[in-house]
């Protein structure tokens, strides 16, 4: 696609006005734009294997209630609060609830090599120690502001908080964030006591 | 900006997490976009955003309806506010019934009394000076329902004239004095 289509030169809300009028092809483009971001903060949200499925649900879900998309509004912000409450939804379906107690640990076995794999892969990553550390609130709002780059008026959006409780937000994440720098080494591989699991906690 | 203000720990740390998510940014799928796009097209027809979208000729048409219904309720309000001028000025010409209360200065914890005067006209009021008017609380004029407006105007200069009773020994002798007196006249 080249970059002087005029679809690309049209705005995310100026599309959406036009799906909004009933027009597919200007949601297509739409979800052209926003299908790997949502992907990948659906997957950040530890929804890896179902996340596919959640995106789905979330491009549909905008498109049922486009009526109701206010264009004086990030179509960015809308859709992502869209994708965060599903993911939210998501996770409170999969949690188990099942008393701790009652359950009796599975036998020790090798793992297998693909679990393997992928907990090395992600073994050291800052994005999964900030999952680990973050709030939920936090994490959302870190990633929007730092990965997709979303101005903070449009976060508070998201998360229906005012702009001032969102700043203090922040500053506590970067806070609990900024020990885990120094847990890195010069080839950004985490320190052996961090990877052997050890949990950060302010 | 807050970014501006971000120290160089931070910079680094926000540096890192962009640029982690960059490497670790999923390729774009076209099979995904596809499976939506056709889960959408299969949207039911009422669920479509198109369809329920008011016209714009639709949205002027009716505020012009709503700008014509203004203006006849300004009309008829206008008409209305006429007419009871009219009747409010009838009446004060024949005399209005003027609630005032009474302050008596030797009685000062009964000073109120409530007085209807008969009828006087409006246009003496104006004459009197305000010497005279100075022991005189007018409550107020009343035009076309003056009956029950007189009971309220009297009932609101007593509330407010009343004064409170300052001489509390004064009072409670004189009030035990008084229930004596009942009681005794009872026997």
């Not at chain 1, 008026?153 to 900024?178: E, H, P, Q």
Request: net charge neutral.
């Amino acid at each position: 696609m080249s970059r002087s289509s005029p679809e690309l030169l049209t705005s995310d809300e100026e599309l959406a006005c036009r799906a909004r009028e009933g027009c597919v092809a200007s949601f297509e483009q739409l979800l052209r734009r926003f299908q790997t971001p949502v992907l990948q903060f659906l997957r950040r949200r530890g929804l890896t294997l179902d996340a596919e499925d959640l995106v789905q649900e979330t491009f549909l879900r905008a498109f049922q209630n486009l009526h109701r998309y206010d264009s004086r509004w990030a179509f960015s912000a809308w859709l992502f609060t869209i994708a965060r409450r599903i993911g939210i939804n998501q996770q409170r379906r999969v949690r188990p609830t099942v008393d701790v107690a009652t359950v009796t640990p599975p036998p020790a076995s090798a793992p297998e090599p693909l679990d393997t794999m992928v907990v090395a892969e992600q073994r050291g990553r800052i994005w999964d120690l900030a999952a680990s550390v973050l709030t939920e609130e936090q994490l959302t709002a870190m990633w929007l502001h730092y990965v997709e780059d979303m101005p903070l008026s449009d976060i508070t959006l998201v998360l229906g908080r005012t702009r001032a409780s969102l700043k203090i937000m922040m500053f506590r994440a970067r806070r609990k964030l900024l020990p885990l720098l120094g847990e890195f080494d010069e080839n950004n591989r985490l320190r052996p006591a961090i990877a052997a699991g050890e949990v950060f906690h302010e | 900006m807050s970014r501006r203000l971000l120290s160089k720990g931070e910079q680094r740390l926000v540096d890192r997490l962009r640029q982690e998510a960059i490497e670790t940014r999923p390729a774009y799928s076209e099979s995904l976009h596809k499976r939506i796009l056709a889960a959408v097209r299969q949207q039911p027809r009422e669920k479509n955003p198109a369809a329920p979208r008011r016209q714009p000729a639709d949205t002027r048409r009716s505020m012009q309806w709503m700008a014509a219904a203004a203006v006849c309720l300004a009309i008829v309000a206008v008409l209305q506010w006429q007419s009871d001028q009219r009747a409010t000025d009838q009446n004060a010409k024949r005399g209005v019934a003027i609630a005032y209360a009474h302050f008596d200065d030797e009685l000062p914890r009964r000073a109120v009394t409530a007085v209807l005067l008969p009828c006087t006209p409006v246009d003496e009021w104006s004459e009197k000076s305000v010497n005279e008017l100075s022991n005189m609380a007018v409550i107020e004029a009343i035009a076309p329902h003056s009956a029950k407006l007189q009971h309220d105007a009297r009932l609101a200069a007593e509330a407010v004239l009343m004064p409170l009773p300052i001489d509390l020994d004064m009072f409670v002798a004189q009030e035990s004095c008084s229930m004596d007196l009942a009681v005794a006249s009872e026997r």
